[in-house]
């Protein structure tokens, strides 16, 4: 079914966002790795045969710019994860107005635009998969949360609209509640943690999202939550 298939990763790290191309390169898909910088996408793209694209997704012009490049570089996309997210850890009484801002703009307001952007072709054409990636803050908010929480509550509502709306126009829409802290280069010091299982293998992870996109349209997930087997919940 992916041959050939286009897929784009919106917000690529050297965790989750990596394991996603490299786990739809796998499948022989034409991937399209989008960052703000390139540390990390230049490197991966070159390695899965893959491209690489700079993008803000706070900019509408931006956003807009890049699935045009996309679509005249690779084609109409199959399936778009929006992987984006910022979060600055501090009370609510510290909170400064500009840093809340910018990690709903990055992690809420991004995710309007890259989702607007791959569903209009997806709903033209009758087919897509559009994937959000969440958090456990988008159930509940924690003490020090409040700049991931307020986002990815937003996220979790625009997934849960857009389904609602483009379900029946053949595009799929899902979020992903990932409950844990994944596995990648910043958690290279915590051994122990990783040898017990207690953080997400992101390869793992991208091999649901995967299958996620296989799915057959009379038994589609529109949420999942995703956890180590260890974590309390």
């Not at 609510?92 to 952007?117: K, N, P, T, Y």
């Not at 379900?167 to 017990?196: E, K, N, S, W």
Request: charge should be negative; hydrophobic fraction near 50%; include cysteine.
């Amino acid at each position: 079914m992916s041959q050939d298939q286009v897929a784009m990763v919106v917000g690529v790290g050297g965790g989750l966002g990596a394991a996603l191309g490299r786990r739809f390169a796998a499948a022989g898909m034409k991937v399209a790795l989008a960052a703000r910088g390139d540390a990390i996408t230049g490197a991966l793209a070159e390695e899965i045969q893959g491209s690489a694209y700079p993008v803000d997704v706070t900019v509408e012009a931006a956003v807009e710019a890049l699935f045009d490049r996309l679509r005249g570089d690779l084609g109409e996309p199959d399936l778009v994860v929006f992987n984006a997210g910022a979060f600055q850890r501090t009370s609510v009484l510290e909170a400064s107005a500009e840093d809340f801002e910018r990690c709903w703009r990055i992690g809420c307001l991004g995710g309007f635009l890259v989702g607007r952007a791959a569903a209009r072709g997806m709903a033209a054409r009758g087919s897509g998969t559009i994937i959000f990636t969440g958090a456990t803050a988008a159930l509940r908010g924690g003490a020090g949360f409040i700049n991931l929480a307020v986002g990815k509550f937003g996220l979790r509502a625009l997934a849960q609209s857009m389904a609602r709306e483009l379900g029946p126009r053949g595009v799929h829409i899902a979020h992903a509640v990932i409950d844990g802290q994944i596995d990648g280069p910043a958690h290279a010091d915590r051994a122990a943690d990783i040898a017990a299982g207690a953080l997400l293998d992101p390869n793992a992870i991208a091999e649901t999202y995967y299958q996620i996109h296989l799915q057959d349209r009379t038994a589609w997930t529109q949420e999942l939550d995703l956890r180590p087997a260890v974590e309390k919940f």
